[in-house]
């Protein structure tokens, strides 16, 4: 009788776990995990009437064109789940989010071009993920932050063009990666690729297959072959000038500022100001060849060579000043700390203010002093002796100009 009363109660136990649908097998293996088999089934969409307990789950080679939000709420103990070879082409948000137990996902070989990529971020225990052959474009930067235990990548067969840098950062388990037959456009902005590949311990599957599509030049040629001197990282050098000598321009202290910068391709030129009061960011010359300004950013007159006017420097203008060089392969930056000084003595208004900072002897700046980029941040004194209208009692009447006036000026001087 106890055998018998055992075998009802095994039978019982298992019964809801074999719930399967019609057009699926389902079995248990011998470690204990459920299969549903739906392979080859001409199925249109995930069918209903899983067991809630199943596994692993194969839905490869049918004709799927979408999933949606809760295509697999039926499974959520699901460890391994295989749709290669459909027609998958929409994924809707929140398709995977909740299976949290997956650590085989295998959508490859379908029509996928967007993917909701936040899904991955719950899966953590997610170890092999092919989403080779489909139609991706393009990746963000964090697609893959969250998938720590993540051993095997297989992207090969898309339509990436680039990859962002930081991609592959983040995946500390993983050892292989397919990015094969994919249409690399080899600017700079995939050159950290290659040096990635240089020193990384995971297995690149057919790594020489990786080849540039464009630029022309490099047609043909593998990700790994980019010239060196194709792509240099951006460097900044930081030099502040005087008021130009025998240059009449405002009454008051013209600040400037130059900035120089060298890579490949060369680097574009950016600002950022933070004073007390505002922050500003400027990308690029505002002051046109005609000397125009745009209205929003006049206080600042940035030059297409890289030089910064700020006329009539005041108290209101100290701040923290940054050149950016940017390009492809990175960005660097260097600052200035401005601050302004209006003593006779400013040595001893300095020092009694700030003990740290440094002074430049009672003088302003000179051409050619420059700004070492490891010491950013290092404060910079303008010292302004006396207003115009000072001098001027002592030495006759100093003449107004107007901003065209300046502009022409410092486009002459900073043409040398």
Not at 118 to 129: C, P
């Amino acid at each position: 009788m106890r055998p018998l009363l055992c075998c009802l109660g095994l039978a019982v136990l298992l019964g809801p776990c074999l719930a399967c649908p019609s057009a699926c097998s389902c079995s248990i293996k011998k470690n204990g995990r459920l299969l549903a088999e739906c392979a080859y089934k001409d199925l249109q969409e995930v069918p209903n009437g899983l067991s809630s307990n199943v596994t692993i789950l194969t839905l490869s080679a049918n004709r799927i064109g979408w999933l949606g939000q809760g295509s697999f709420t039926e499974v959520p103990e699901v460890q391994s789940l295989w749709l290669g070879y459909n027609q998958i082409g929409l994924v809707e948000p929140g398709a995977f989010a909740l299976l949290v137990h997956l650590k085989n996902l295998d959508l490859s070989h379908n029509k996928i071009a967007d993917f909701p990529w936040q899904d991955l971020r719950n899966l953590s225990g997610l170890q092999i993920l092919k989403m080779n052959n489909n139609r991706l474009a393009g990746l963000p930067r964090d697609a893959f932050r969250s998938l720590k235990d993540l051993r095997s990548l297989w992207l090969n067969d898309n339509e990436l063009t680039t990859l962002a840098e930081g991609t592959f950062d983040n995946l500390p388990s993983l050892s292989q990666l397919q990015i094969f037959n994919n249409p690399f456009n080899c600017s700079c902005k995939v050159f950290w690729l290659k040096k990635w590949t240089e020193n990384t311990s995971v297995s690149i599957t057919k790594g020489g297959s990786t080849l540039c599509v464009a630029p022309s030049r490099l047609k043909g040629k593998a990700v790994t072959d980019i010239p060196d001197h194709h792509c240099v990282a951006p460097s900044v050098q930081l030099t502040y000038l005087s008021n130009l000598d025998n240059t009449v321009t405002y009454d008051g202290l013209t600040l400037t500022l130059h900035c120089s910068v060298a890579g490949s391709p060369l680097p574009e030129i950016r600002w950022k100001i933070q004073t007390s009061s505002r922050r500003v960011e400027i990308n690029g010359p505002n002051v046109a060849r005609d000397g125009n300004v745009k209205q929003s950013q006049e206080r600042f007159l940035v030059f297409k060579n890289g030089t910064m006017a700020i006329p009539n420097f005041s108290k209101e203008d100290e701040g923290i000043y940054t050149c950016l060089a940017v390009n492809d392969v990175g960005t660097r930056d260097v600052s200035v700390n401005v601050a302004l000084a209006g003593s006779e003595n400013p040595a001893e208004d300095l020092l009694r203010d700030d003990p740290q900072a440094s002074h430049l002897g009672g003088r302003s700046c000179y051409k050619g002093d420059e700004m070492d980029p490891s010491g950013a941040g290092e404060k910079l004194v303008i010292v302004y002796h006396m207003p115009r209208e000072s001098k001027s009692r002592a030495g006759g009447a100093v003449p107004q100009v107007h901003l065209g006036t300046l502009l022409l000026a410092l486009g002459i001087a900073l043409r040398c």
